[in-house]
Every structure is written in C-alpha cells, then in structure tokens.
C-alpha cells in the first residue's frame, strides 16, 4: 500500500522510516525538496520524492500530515482537491515557540487540534488524528517491541478511517487502541493524559476507561 507523507522533519521522517520497515511504499514531500529526498535516499527501496505536495498524493490511500499546526490549513487547502476518498492521518500538536523559547499552547484551552483540523477538510476526506502522541525519539524506540508491543492511540469519528489508521499503526510496529472520537483526541495531545506514554495493551485500554 502507498502513503504520502508530507512533511519529513522530526516527526514525519520517525514515521517514515516506522512506515517502511514495516513494508508500506512512501511518497514524500516536504517544504524544501531536498528534505524529502534526503529522507528517500536514506530510506531506500520503497521511499520515493515526490515533486510536490499534491505529487506526494498520487496514487496514494493515505496522507500523513507531519507539519507544524501553523503550516497545516496552507497545506490543506494546497491539496484539498485530492483528498476526498482519502485517509488523512494527522500528529501535529497545537504548539510552537514563544520569543523565549518556550513551549506555548495555539489553541484555547480545551479547544483540541482534531476539532479545528476536522473543520479545515474537505467533505469526504477521513480524519485520524494518531502518531502524534509520543515524541520522535519514542516513537522510534517502542516501534516493534516484544513480547508485548507498545500500544499506538488514534482518534476518528469514522469507522473505515479506523481501519485504516489501525493497518498503518501496525505496519510502524505498534498496537492499534482507539480512544474515541475526535472530540477526544485532545487527551492524546501535548499536555493530554496519554501523551507520551509508552504502555501494552491492557494498560492503554484501562486508561482510555480511566478518566
Ligand atoms: N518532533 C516530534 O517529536 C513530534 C512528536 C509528536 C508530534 N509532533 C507534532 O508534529 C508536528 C511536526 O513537528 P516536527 O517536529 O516534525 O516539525 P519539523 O521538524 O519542523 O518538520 C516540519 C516539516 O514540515 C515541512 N513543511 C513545512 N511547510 C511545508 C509545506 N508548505 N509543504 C510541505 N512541507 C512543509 C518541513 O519541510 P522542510 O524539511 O523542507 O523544512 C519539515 O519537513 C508538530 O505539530 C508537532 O507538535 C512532533
């Protein structure tokens, strides 16, 4: 199966090499081409450049959108068109950098990126908000853990998204929980009670019930 992944950086080039070890074909892009064909080359056999963003999307079933919230309605509307029939998997927390440095909040309180992003897409388009709830570096060290695999949330509001994100979750090596709908996906967010949790299955189902 082909996934497009745009945006290689931190978290968007973990995924795709979680993505690729797993067997899935990538086609990737990134705001400088040089990025994404870095990231192809290092890849290998599997991972391709694509020429653009709305290139990255041929002929694929699935886009993951590894971009920093303030990028992401640019990118959306870039590639609207092509995205009705589609996954849209989504990890980008609503944070950034304030003058100092330091980690700040983009949305209100309560207000979680899976209800303003659900909002920005076309009709048609499947939304999982998922891989965004751990750090890079945890993503890639917990990926294909054994004996028990290390349990990856999503969110959707749509079964079929579901299915999908879930095949995707267990092709980078994780377990598959689903913790609600979108309106839940603020507890897998920067400052939500999942995120950064490296647990098995029967734990990540106690916690989903937990709160
Ligand atoms: N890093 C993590 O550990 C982590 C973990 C979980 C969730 N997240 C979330 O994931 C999101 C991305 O974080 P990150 O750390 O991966 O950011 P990053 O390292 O800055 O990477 C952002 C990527 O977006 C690309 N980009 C920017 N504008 C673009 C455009 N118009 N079209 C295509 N690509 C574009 C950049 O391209 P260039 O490479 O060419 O600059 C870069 O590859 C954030 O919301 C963050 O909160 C990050």
New binding site residues.
């Given amino acids: 199966m082909t996934t497009a992944i745009?945006?290689?950086?931190?978290?968007?080039?973990?995924i795709a090499r979680q993505l690729a070890s797993g067997g899935e074909t990538l086609r990737l892009?990134?705001?400088?081409?040089?990025?994404?064909r870095t990231l192809a080359a290092k890849i290998g056999h599997g991972a391709v450049a694509a020429a653009g963003?709305r290139d990255a999307l041929q002929d694929a079933g699935a886009v993951v959108l590894?971009?920093?919230?303030p990028?992401?309605k640019?990118?959306i509307d870039?590639i609207a068109g092509l995205l009705p029939g589609k996954l849209v998997v989504v990890?980008?927390?609503?944070?950034g950098l304030d003058a100092q440095g330091n980690v700040v909040r983009l949305l209100p309180k309560g207000q979680s990126?899976g209800k303003v992003v659900a909002g920005w897409l076309p009709s048609g388009a499947r939304l999982a908000m998922a891989?965004?709830?751990?750090?890079?570096?945890l993503?890639e060290s917990s990926g294909n853990r054994s004996p028990e695999p290390a349990v990856l949330f999503y969110a959707t509001d749509d079964d079929h998204a579901g299915e999908e994100v879930q095949r995707l979750i267990r092709t980078a090596g994780f377990e598959p929980v689903r913790v609600g709908g979108i309106e839940q996906s603020g507890r897998l967010e920067?400052g939500g009670d999942l995120h950064d949790l490296v647990v098995g299955p029967a734990e990540a189902r106690s916690l989903i019930g937990g709160t």
């Fill in positions: 745009i945006g290689t950086g931190g978290i968007g080039s973990a892009s990134s705001a400088d081409s040089e990025s994404a963003n590894a971009l920093r919230f990028v992401l640019g990118v870039e990890p980008s927390n609503p944070v990126s891989f965004g709830s751990m750090s890079a570096g993503l920067v």
